[in-house]
């Protein structure tokens, strides 16, 4: 009885705290990542030889720091340069580059697939660059980065539990706070696995049905 008062009265409201914390860092640094990544990858594959060196920088860093320590230096180190972010800031935006920089990658990928013959055939048609990308080869990049993309975002979910070490408490942050006030880390750890689970199962299930609208007649891929 005295188990299910706790996590009646203690237990659930906190971690139901914790994860619509976690949603809300989750949600934009998707949006931010995915966005930042289909720019970085159309500046890689077709910016000029300074745009693309800046791009490939700014992937071979956020790639290669982990996300951790990016973390700490977006929130304890730009207070020396003058600049001091939220605990929620700082992680949307480490979230957001770190996700970018892996996103750009897979669409980069896919930009590689599209046969070079299509860009040659728009600009015989009198579509510029821009517009060729825009049009006609990015639409069909993005169907085939989705599985990838997909996955990134899978692993967002999973990342956003380094945000309380920013102090930005989160699912995991409310459950590291029970753990420690109540010693019971196995009870509340398994919950808090649950809930990101719950999480992981959401987001694929609505991935999957992206991928499926997206997906051209006669080209569907199944599932196994």
């Known amino acids: 009885m005295t188990e299910l008062l706790y996590i009646q009265q203690e237990m659930l409201p906190a971690l139901l705290r914790g994860l619509w914390v976690s949603v809300k860092l989750i949600v934009p640094s998707a949006f931010g990542g995915l966005l930042l990544g289909v720019l970085v990858a159309c500046l890689r594959v077709y910016g000029n030889s300074f745009v693309r060196t800046v791009a490939r920088t700014y992937v071979v860093l956020f790639r290669g720091i982990p996300l951790l320590v990016q973390l700490f ?5 730009l207070p020396h340069l003058g600049v001091y972010l939220s605990p929620y800031a ?7 580059m770190c996700s970018g920089a892996y996103h750009s990658e897979y669409i980069r990928g896919a930009l590689l697939s599209i046969r070079s013959g299509q860009m040659h055939a728009a600009q015989a048609l009198g579509f510029s660059t821009r517009q060729t990308v825009w049009s006609i080869i990015l639409p069909q990049a993005i169907r085939r980065a989705l599985p990838g993309c997909g996955n990134e975002i899978i692993y967002l979910i999973k990342y956003s539990s380094l945000a309380y070490m920013v102090t930005c408490i989160e699912l995991t942050g409310e459950g ?3 753990a420690s ?10 919950v808090v696995g649950i809930f990101y689970l719950f999480m992981v199962s959401i987001a694929g299930r609505i991935l999957a049905q992206v991928e499926d609208s997206l997906s051209v007649p006669g080209f569907e891929r199944h599932r196994l």
Request: hydrophobic share 50%; aromatic share 28%.
């Open 176 to 178: 590291k706070i029970l």
């Open 73 to 77: 230096i977006w929130y304890f180190g």
């Open 181 to 190: 006030h109540s010693f019971k880390y196995t009870e509340v750890f398994l």
């Open 90 to 96: 700082a992680s949307v935006v480490g979230f957001t």
